[in-house]
């Protein structure tokens, strides 16, 4: 999101392509890499939620709403994940709630466009 917020809408792009790329069969990513290595190969929701957001937020500060349409896929399956493993007594909860929140305004907006008959 900073580069998105910095202007770097290039680089942002490519980011979001990165994880689109290393992300795992099952939704998922590994909590930590230096370039394409995994350095820490644990699972975590909280760290696999934020694709939602970021993809959102890209979306309402560009406005471009094919690359979110493109994302999309990874984006449900991160969700997938994160809903998956989520326990009401699990810490991250509640940043994975307002994630789910971002996402549901994702989907909104996603919608609405292709009711217009814009992307979709």
């Known amino acids: 999101m900073a580069l998105t917020v910095a202007g770097h809408l290039e680089q942002a792009r490519a980011a979001y392509r990165w994880l689109e790329r290393t992300q795992l069969a099952d939704g998922s990513w590994f909590n930590y890499y230096v370039g394409d290595a995994v350095k820490d190969a644990r699972l975590d929701t909280n760290v696999c939620a934020y694709l939602a957001t970021g993809v959102y937020h890209y979306l309402l500060a560009t406005g471009d709403e094919q690359f979110a349409h493109e ?7 991160a969700l997938d994940f ?16 307002r994630v789910l929140r ?16 814009g992307v979709g």
Do not use: K
Request: charged residues 15%; glycine residues 10%; without cysteine.
């Open 102 to 117: 971002a996402a549901h305004g994702f989907v909104v907006d996603l919608s609405l466009t292709a009711l217009r008959g």
């Open 82 to 97: 994160v809903v998956r493993w989520q326990h009401p007594m699990v810490t991250g909860r509640v940043g994975a709630t």
């Open 71 to 77: 994302l999309w896929p990874s984006v449900t399956r």
